[in-house]
């Protein structure tokens, strides 16, 4: 398999936000469609607001909008 599909099969797995369930495909799919901040990112898809108010996934969404800025995926 390639590398890319494993990524994608990889990131649809990974639940970045427990609480409601949003998948890092998500997370990605949104950052590349414009969501450009942790405020944006939580509006469009809902992660942060589950029990934990986004103590849990607010670190992973601002290391991928970083990671997004650095060019580091597409
Ligand atoms: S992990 Fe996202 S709100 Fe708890």
Same mark, same amino acid.
């Given at each position: 398999m390639d590398e890319n599909l494993n990524q994608d099969i990889l990131d649809k797995l990974t639940k970045v936000c427990i609480c409601t369930?949003? #998948?890092r495909s998500t997370m990605k799919r949104v950052i590349r469609e414009g969501a450009d901040t942790l405020e944006?990112?939580?509006?469009?898809?809902g992660a942060?607001?589950?029990g934990?108010?986004?103590n849990?996934?607010? #670190?992973k969404i601002l290391q991928l909008l970083e990671e997004y800025k650095n060019g580091e995926w597409e």
């Open positions: 369930g949003v #998948p944006k990112v939580q509006k469009v898809t942060g607001s589950g934990c108010s986004g849990r996934c607010t #670190p």
